[in-house]
């Protein structure tokens, strides 16, 4: 069983920054990724990584401003959020997996952490 635990989240003004953590419990050689859910939305996969962390996955709806990383020494996965804007307010859920690709079917959920985005 793998516990995943976000943090990070929060309320930040259009053009901010804010980074996600998600720490794992247990071992580190799953896929890794985020989700998102807007109220009134589709969940969308925001981006995945390797569990080597050399290969990632980042949606275009936020190509040029996401970066997805880990550390696995620290069993926690990271999601830079730049330059945000309203759009991007959602939940963001970690989640963790072994397979890759698109679509992508994680085994295990965080609970999940509020971002907002004022105009």
């Known amino acids: 069983q793998v516990q995943l635990v976000e943090s990070g989240g929060g309320l930040v003004q259009a053009g901010g920054s804010l980074r996600l953590s998600c720490a794992a419990s247990?071992?580190?050689?799953?896929?890794m990724g985020w989700f998102r859910q807007a109220p009134g939305k589709q969940q969308e996969l925001v981006a995945t990584i390797r569990p080597s962390g050399v290969d990632s996955y980042v949606a275009d709806s936020v190509k040029g401003r996401f970066t997805i990383s880990r550390d696995n020494a620290k069993n926690t996965v990271y999601l830079q959020m730049n330059s945000l804007e309203s759009e991007d307010t959602a939940v963001y859920f970690c989640a963790a997996g072994d397979t890759w690709g698109e679509p992508w079917h994680p085994i295990y959920w965080g609970q999940g952490t509020q971002v907002t985005v004022s105009r």
């Open positions: 247990g071992r580190t050689t799953y896929h």
